[in-house]
């Protein structure tokens, strides 16, 4: 097993960065991928390998992965950034997701 | 365009069997490995299922090992979830979601998801 520990409830003012964590054994060594699930609705990829940006989703958000911590940064978030975010790993045949961060936008 | 359509969420007691199917278009579920996800009220994503693009790999986690199988049908492009002895902890929304190739990469592409209450 393989786990996966992120960051408590992330609290930012609108226009401000927030920072979002994703903790494991050698992360730094895998592929991790973020999801983003706003209230009500399916989780929406918003960066995967690390730091790649699928199509749609702003400049405004960045990864890094390093060590054992994986990262998504947020800048100048907005209200629509308001959302549930959970990184993804594989681990062998498994997949694990992370126990998920709120963030809120003031 | 991808569009992924769950659908056999039910209310079902404990220790019954339920099938959840996931209608695929815009793609070929040949071609990608499938997940099954399911998220408990108030709470996380939980891996529980995925068959490979070729269909001749199937893996789930412990939770579930023994009592859930992930099945395919190419030719409704539609793949399933069988779920037998059901437990209350099973209660949750299931979404399917494609791979973004044959396997060990993101899910990017999501249904919205089916309910299935065990009690």
């Known amino acids: 097993s393989y786990e996966l520990t992120q960051s408590p409830p992330v609290s930012v003012a609108l226009g401000q960065t927030a920072t979002i964590t994703c903790g494991g054994v050698n992360i730094g060594d895998k592929n991790v991928h973020w999801y983003q699930q706003r209230p009500g609705q399916a989780p929406v990829v918003v960066m995967y390998r690390d730091y790649k940006r699928p199509s749609g989703i702003p400049e405004r958000f960045s990864g890094s992965n390093s060590g054992n911590t994986a990262t998504l940064t947020i800048s100048a978030a907005q209200v629509g950034d308001e959302a549930d975010y959970y990184c993804?790993?594989?681990?062998?045949?498994?997949?694990?997701f992370g126990g998920g961060t709120k963030l809120t936008v003031l | 365009q991808v569009h992924l359509v769950e659908s056999g969420g039910d209310v079902v007691q404990p220790g019954r069997s339920l099938t959840l199917s996931c209608a695929a278009s815009g793609f070929d579920v040949t071609d990608y490995a499938m997940h099954w996800v399911r998220q408990a009220p108030g709470k996380g994503l939980e891996w529980v299922a995925l068959i490979w693009s070729d269909g001749t790999r199937k893996y789930y986690p412990d939770s579930v090992k023994g009592r859930f199988t992930i099945s395919r049908d190419t030719s409704k492009n539609a793949v399933y979830l069988h779920m037998n002895s059901l437990r209350v902890d099973d209660t949750a929304i299931y979404y399917c979601?494609?791979?973004?190739?044959?396997?060990?990469?993101?899910?990017?592409?999501w249904g919205k998801g089916t309910l299935v209450s065990v009690s």
């Open positions: 993804q790993v594989w681990d062998r045949t498994t997949v694990f």
């Open positions: 979601a494609k791979d973004e190739t044959g396997a060990y990469n993101f899910l990017d592409d």
